[in-house]
């Protein structure tokens, strides 16, 4: 484990020296996996910094503990996530998070990543394979926030089917990364997608059948497209 942590520490102090040189080192992420775009820029949608090319590694779950690799995350596109890599567990469980960082750095390795980004919120640490790590020119546009529903949507189908005590805590800590979410501030989405997550905060204290009820409810009820 020792030999992977001093092979990407040199990595991970060189992306640190390139947002240094660019001013970067404290300003906003914007990820738009559709695109495999990820960018830094200055706080308040000013202009971007530095870019890469990006895909999803994996993902840690703050809740149990359970590591899952991209390729086995149905919530997210196929064209965002990383090919398998052979002799990586999809899936294990731990608390340690040497073990967990470990982890990404062998799926970052075998994905040929030349650096890894870990993007925490309320539910989990997602690492992010980052490729192409670049200056920002003219032509590359502040990320602009889109709509949050099909990505709400796979998170409702991914866990409606889970045993009642690890669907209380994923509905309760998704539904406190949608009312945390600092991408879609200021937008139109804002309001609409806070209060959805604060249903599925209160929807975690109900008893089994209202709690599966109300996470259908909100399924039935998230908007489809730009709504």
Not at 41 to 67: F, H, I, M
Request: glycine share 8%.
């Amino acid at each position: 484990m020792d030999d992977i942590f001093s092979r990407w520490q040199v990595r991970q102090d060189l992306l640190g020296a390139v947002l240094k040189a660019h001013g970067a080192e404290k300003h906003d992420w914007r990820a738009d996996l559709g695109l495999g775009r990820f960018w830094w820029q200055a706080p308040g949608n000013g202009p971007p910094s530095v870019v890469a090319d990006a895909k999803v590694l994996g993902s840690w779950a703050l809740s149990n503990g359970s590591l899952l690799a991209a390729w086995e995350n149905t919530s997210l596109p196929p064209s965002a996530c990383v090919a398998p890599v052979a002799g990586v567990p999809a899936r294990h469980m731990t608390r340690d998070e040497k073990e967990v960082w470990a982890w990404g750095f062998a799926i970052a390795e075998g994905s040929r990543a030349e650096f890894v980004y870990r993007a925490p919120n309320a539910q989990a640490w997602i690492f992010l394979g980052l490729w192409n790590v670049r200056s920002a020119v003219p032509g590359d546009q502040p990320f602009e926030a889109g709509p949050p529903w099909e990505h709400v949507r796979a998170v409702l189908r991914g866990i409606e089917g889970v045993a009642l005590a690890e669907l209380r805590v994923l509905a309760r800590n998704y539904g406190r990364t949608f009312v945390e979410d600092p991408i879609r501030k200021g937008t139109r989405w804002e309001a609409p997608l806070r209060a959805l997550g604060e249903r599925l905060v209160a929807a975690a204290e109900l008893d089994e059948a209202k709690l599966r009820a109300e996470l259908k409810a909100v399924l039935a009820e998230t908007p489809d497209g730009e709504a």
